[in-house]
């Protein structure tokens, strides 16, 4: 016994060192679960409101070229909105009214890592929830992942674990888009299969088949495809429609049928 | 013997680690490299400071790190790599004739700053890019990151040393 102690206390400095590189192994691992408590990441009100100062000095030096963006977006939705309107009757005001848009700014954000985050200064106080879907002006950005009471952390796009079912408008072929972790302008689109006719330049927008992400929300255009004499589906390549680089006001998406719609699949998948 | 200039320590937090954190993921050049220099708050912690108390201040600070990265656990358990090896790797790399080693620019000098500092760099920076990436592969660019990243940091770290290091009389 006492050698036995004497021996715990002689490589108790070790001992240390392999305890705390085990607590940081299951911190490493247990933040790959998809949600979780907003404590150790940047939607802590602590750590987000020092990001939200470093923004705010940052980003009075290019409020010049955000009000530039802003405006060209407003006229972009301008225009839709009187393409909209024009003699169309709303048929079903259940479908149209289904969505509902929360509006935040970027105070942090990244896209040069292998998994990108952002952080928004919208929480739960402003109707944020986990895996609501995020979108700017010009396409898809990312998903939530944890959310406090006043800031939420986003997982980008650009994150090599986020899946978008998606589809190619003009074929209406049901894809995959997904990050391969390499150009924050590209991303790779999957499963298209090789009986389909693609070009480049085809739009990929959002499929609609989950409660996360409306349809037709644009993701990229395709850039390059190519297709080996036996390969089952096309590899392809999209340019995205969003400039990660620049991001700075960007819309979360409120599915106000989303408990209906879950519980509903989830009903059919247990059987 | 261990001397501490709890000054010099308190200026390295601020210089090193607070000043990291704006600048976590905007120090980028080229693409590949990161400028990790907040590193240099754990390696001039003393020499011969308590190895379990360097280990759980180097936890403290890579998880500060961390947070505002979104990496819980991966700037940390590299910051106590470096901790834990930090005066072994001194002692085998430059040594010293004197017991009570001072741990700063003047007692290492430039080729001392290479043999002490960047090894250890390198080593933090591989854990770091290793668990980003979750695993070798496309392993050209990852090394690519690595390398790049580290003499990059090295860089950061090695110039914040020199200009904050105490002036020595010269004869």
Known sequence: MQNLLNFLYRFRTFGLFLFL??????????????????????????????????????????????????????????????????????????????????????????????????????????????????????????????????????????????????????????????????????????????????????????????????????????????????????????????DFSSMDYVYLIKNKMIVEQDSLEAEVMEQ | MVRINYVQQALHLVIFLLLQIPFLYKLILFDVAFGFFYIGFVLFLPYGLNRSLAMLIAFAGGLIVDVFSNTPGMHASASILVAFA????????????DDDVYLDWNELGVWGSVKYLLPLIFVHHFIIFTVENGGFNSFGFLLAKISYSALYSFTIVFGLSFLMAPKVRRI
């Open chain 1, 21 to 242: 590189e085990g607590v940081c192994a299951w911190l490493i691992i247990s933040y790959n679960n998809k949600q979780n408590a907003a404590f150790l990441n940047s939607s802590n009100s602590l750590v987000a409101s020092i990001n939200s100062f470093t923004n705010n000095t940052t980003d009075y030096f290019q409020l010049r070229k955000i009000n530039e963006r802003l405006v060209a977006e407003n006229l972009l939705l301008r225009k839709e909105l009187a393409n909209a309107t024009m003699g169309q009757v709303v048929l079903d005001t259940t479908s149209s009214d289904r969505y509902d848009l929360i509006k935040a700014k970027v105070i942090n954000n990244s896209f040069r890592r292998s998994m990108n985050y952002m952080t928004l200064d919208a929480g739960l106080n402003d109707g944020v929830r986990p895996e609501m879907g995020v979108i700017a002006g010009d396409g898809l950005v990312g998903q939530v992942k944890s959310v406090s009471a006043n800031y939420a952390t986003v997982t980008s796009l650009l994150h090599r674990k986020l899946l978008v079912s998606s589809s190619i408008s003009r074929t209406r072929t049901l894809c995959t888009v997904q990050w391969d972790g390499d150009s924050p302008l590209e991303a790779e689109l999957k499963y298209v299969p090789r009986h389909i006719q693609i070009q480049q330049g085809d739009t990929v927008v959002t499929s609609g088949y989950n409660a996360i992400f409306p349809e037709g929300v644009m993701v990229g255009t395709i850039s390059s495809f190519e297709l080996e004499d036996n390969d089952v589906f096309y590899q392809a390549k999209i340019k995205l429609a969003v």
């Open chain 2, 86 to 97: 930090k005066d072994s790797w001194f002692g085998l790399t430059v040594g010293s004739s």
